[in-house]
């Protein structure tokens, strides 16, 4: 079975400051993982996804996130956050190659960002 | 971008109405789709996938009779809450993968419908 945890329910950062919204998953085999954003009222809008290759994958907005396969991280970072930045991430895995299965999500880690 | 369109965004109606919701990817082809519920402050619980020209699979717990789903086309899926009461007030949000591509594209979302029983 595959599942995601998402260990913050809030996060608070300065703005300009560096953020980061830690995500760890568990799946039988090879993961496949994304980051999606919610603002109020609206969809999950996505962000970012690993598949293969380069631990660092680079996303929308500026955010980045570090694939780390011994720690079965894959935590979602910005270099300088934006009061703008401020809404609802989502953390989501599927196992690869399992056909046209849904994407199981974590609960969801509110970021706030103080200017 | 990909781009799944849902309808109506928002619904405030008297217990009893049935009411449907309707998703569409507008510039893909989506042979399943997905059909999600959020509770406030909560993630998203999935519901049921929905699967074209067939019928939809449902998740534990939730019940198909009150929940009908049709995926009639392979742009369009409606989830319909029949009989609704207050206690189906929440937020639906569609989903929707491009069939052609394989299971590393990600997801695409609607825009939710907020509904309200009153």
């Known amino acids: 079975a595959q599942s995601v945890a998402q260990p913050e329910d809030q996060v608070n950062v300065a703005e300009g400051n560096p953020l980061t919204v830690k995500c760890t998953y568990s799946?039988?085999?090879?993961?496949?993982l994304f980051w999606y954003v919610q603002y109020p009222n609206r969809g999950l809008q996505f962000l970012l996804k690993y598949i293969t290759g380069d631990n660092l994958v680079k996303g929308s907005y500026g955010f980045e996130a570090e694939f780390n396969k011994s720690q079965t991280s894959f935590h979602l970072k910005k270099p300088s956050a934006l009061v703008s930045d401020s809404a609802l991430y989502f953390c989501a895995v599927r196992e690869g190659d399992s056909g046209n299965t849904p994407l199981v999500f974590g609960k969801g880690t509110r970021l706030s960002v103080i200017a | 971008g990909a781009v799944v369109s849902q309808h109506p965004s928002r619904v405030i109606c008297k217990s009893g109405t049935s009411v449907k919701i309707e998703c569409r990817s507008l510039d893909f082809q989506a042979t399943t789709m997905f059909w999600y519920r959020q509770f406030p402050k909560q993630s998203l619980m999935l519901m049921a996938t929905?699967?074209?020209?067939?019928?939809?699979?449902?998740e534990q717990g939730v019940e198909k009779d009150k929940f009908l789903i049709n995926h009639a086309s392979l742009t369009l899926s409606t989830l319909t809450v029949t009989s609704a009461h207050p206690e189906d007030s929440s937020f639906y949000i569609c989903s929707a993968r491009d069939s052609r591509g394989r299971g590393s594209q990600p997801q695409h979302f609607g825009d939710g419908t907020r509904l309200s029983i009153l």
């Open positions: 929905s699967n074209e020209g067939s019928k939809a699979t449902y």
């Open positions: 799946v039988s085999g090879n993961p496949y």
